[in-house]
């Protein structure tokens, strides 16, 4: 049965203390990449009802410094579903709690597959836009599986020709 993008919508905050930050008081990237992988496989188990791997992260543009004492939300829904395959739409919110000023400071496009109880993946329900918005997204993401895709060739040619054997200089 299709279900509705809505339906797969998920939401993580945390706030950002001291340990998370860097030298310069800003939320580790990595720890927010933690987190962009953590909403966006919710979101992705939500729409299927099954466990789920993540097959790919396309990028993640950081728009702006999410900095300590601030509280960060993400916002995760699947925007397309291929046979086996999800791709999740994470939008990264952070807030200045004591002034209440907000600012987009990232985003993420993210690529998961659905698994059985086998570990085999499975199929998993088309995903259905409503809003204009949704509909976009939706309808983008074909062009955005074509460069997945060539990406994904690019980096299993980039795996043969740097492989465990490749030195970069010759002792």
Same mark, same amino acid.
């Given at each position: ?9 998920? %939401? ?9 930050? $860097? $030298? /310069?008081?800003?939320?580790? *990237? ?5 987190? %962009? ?9 939500? /729409?299927?009802?099954?466990? @789920? ?10 728009? /702006?410094? %999410?900095?300590? $004492? ?7 829904? &699947? ?12 939008? &990264?919110? +952070?807030?200045?709690?004591?002034? *209440? ?20 993946? @499975? ?14 997204? /939706? ?5 955005? +599986? ?16 740097? *492989?465990? $054997? ?6």
């Amino acid at each position: 049965m299709d279900k509705y993008i809505r339906q797969s919508r998920t %939401i993580l905050a945390s706030y950002v203390l001291p340990p998370d930050t $860097n $030298n /310069h008081n800003t939320l580790f *990237g990595g720890k927010l990449m933690s987190y %962009i992988d953590d909403v966006g496989a919710r979101a992705a188990m939500r /729409h299927s009802r099954c466990p @789920v791997v993540t097959a790919s992260t396309d990028s993640i543009d950081f728009l /702006h410094p %999410i900095k300590v $004492n601030h509280e960060v939300a993400l916002e995760a829904i &699947v925007t397309w579903a291929g046979r086996t395959s999800m791709e999740v739409f994470v939008r &990264v919110i +952070a807030e200045d709690l004591l002034t *209440g000023e907000r600012k987009v400071c990232a985003h993420s496009f993210l690529t998961y597959v659905a698994l059985g109880e086998d570990g085999v993946p @499975v199929e998993v329900p088309k995903a259905i836009p409503e809003t204009p918005e949704e509909k976009m997204l /939706h309808d983008s993401a074909p062009a955005r +599986a074509q460069a997945r895709n060539q990406r994904r060739k690019d980096s299993k040619r980039f795996a043969e020709t740097f *492989g465990t $054997n490749f030195v970069w200089e010759k002792q």
